[in-house]
């Protein structure tokens, strides 16, 4: 398993791992995690790591309305070609 990757994460699997009573219920998931995974998560250490994780998009520099021009433009080529293949 990979360690943790940020700071929030290693804290709640520590958390989970040695006092799970007192862990948050948006966390409870944490529970479903072995031993061993939460001794790996937990054991990480701090430096280095952001407090919270970004979120990563695939096209996070492009705006929204390119984003919908181009599903707008796929889906109509795909009805398109759709159409062919049901005509023969």
Known sequence: ????????????????????????????NLL???????????????????VKKKKMTERSDRSVKSVRSEKKESMTAFIKRRNKETKR
């Open 32 to 50: 479903s995690m072995s031993k061993s995974q939460l001794h790996d998560f937990a054991k990480t250490k701090e430096k280095g790591l952001p």
């Open 1 to 28: 398993m990979s360690p943790a990757v940020s700071k929030k994460q290693r804290k709640a699997t520590a958390i989970a791992k040695h006092n799970p009573s007192i862990l948050f219920k948006r966390n409870s």
